[in-house]
């Protein structure tokens, strides 16, 4: 039998050689994991000398050193925290960040200001996170998902399917038309990344490169789909919300006044004072072919 605590300083050792920004923390979730208990017991174990099994040395050693390669944290773990959701996630999906529980939020409040039973449309779900959110936060909503990475879509269904959210895999241009006109709101944290610019995080370059990447050297080119999609699917006086880049916020707001269908635009900034959505209320014009 082994000290928790010689494992964990031994763990955060290993991570803190290889640059990871928390060590301590990734070290004790990481034991969180496999002693299959919470952080905060893992933290208290190890001041009052609790010991582990051979099996769990060696499994805690095997999981600090695959993040020491700089491997995310959740795809380790199986999960990912979201808003009031815990969500199955793993290699080959885009990892939820935090700004974007503020574009969740932001969606939520326009769909639980909806009519019911209100309706709402998460356009390249990835995981699933911002749709999960939305039916978990406004019960009642019917809510539906568009994913076109099979990959993807994996997770997104072991993550909507017991929320009842209906999930289409297929292309954000072209998806769900048979609700065309009825939509509340409609929300996208779409590829957005430039071409070209790669992700400072090294656990940021391990997601999907069909997930970061929106095309064209501004990556503005999803975002167009995107909003041309929502334009389509949206009621009068239905709500759009939509994450991009902190440059990409003229550009945003300039795309959505281009043929006149949306009005009450406004950017909202992130936890780090950086422009991260917009959100437009759709207008009663006619789209334009």
């Known amino acids: 039998m082994t000290e928790l605590e010689t494992l964990l300083r031994s763990?955060?050792?290993l991570l803190a050689a290889a640059g990871v920004d928390s060590p301590r923390a990734d070290a004790e979730l990481l034991a969180a994991h496999v002693l299959g208990t919470s952080r905060g017991h893992v933290a208290a174990g190890a001041v009052t000398g609790r010991t582990v099994t051979?099996?769990?040395s060696v499994d805690l050693r095997r999981l600090a050193i695959s993040r020491s390669t700089r491997t995310p944290l959740?795809?380790?773990t199986g999960t990912a925290t979201?808003?009031?959701?815990?969500?199955e996630v793993g290699d080959g999906v885009f990892l939820p960040r935090p700004e974007?529980?503020?574009v969740a939020g932001a969606a939520i409040e326009a769909l639980a200001a909806a009519q019911p039973p209100a309706l709402a449309v998460d356009l390249c779900t990835g995981s699933g996170a911002i749709a999960a959110a939305l039916a978990t936060e406004v019960p009642g909503a019917r809510v539906h998902a568009v994913e076109l990475d099979s990959e993807a879509a994996w997770w997104a269904a072991a993550?909507?399917?017991p929320l009842g959210v209906d999930l289409q895999v297929t292309d954000a241009a072209t998806a769900l038309p048979e609700l065309d006109g009825s939509v509340d709101v409609v929300v996208?944290?779409?590829p957005y990344v430039p071409d070209g610019r790669v992700p400072e995080q090294a656990e940021a370059r391990r997601d999907p490169g069909l997930a970061l990447y929106g095309g064209g050297p501004d990556g503005m080119r999803m975002p167009a789909v995107v909003t041309a999609t929502a334009a389509r699917l949206l009621r009068e006086g239905g709500v759009f919300v939509m994450e991009h880049d902190e440059t990409q916020a003229d550009a945003v707001t300039e795309l959505l006044q281009q043929n006149g269908l949306f009005t009450a635009i406004?950017?909202?900034?992130?936890f780090n004072d950086r422009p991260r959505c917009t959100v437009a209320v759709r207008t009663d014009g006619t789209m334009t072919a």
Request: cysteine-free.
């Open 11 to 13: 763990a955060t050792e």
């Open 54 to 56: 051979p099996v769990q």
């Open 74 to 76: 959740q795809y380790l």
């Open 82 to 87: 979201f808003r009031t959701v815990e969500l």
């Open 100 to 102: 974007t529980e503020m």
């Open 159 to 161: 993550n909507l399917e």
């Open 188 to 190: 996208s944290n779409p």
């Open 266 to 270: 406004r950017t909202l900034e992130d």
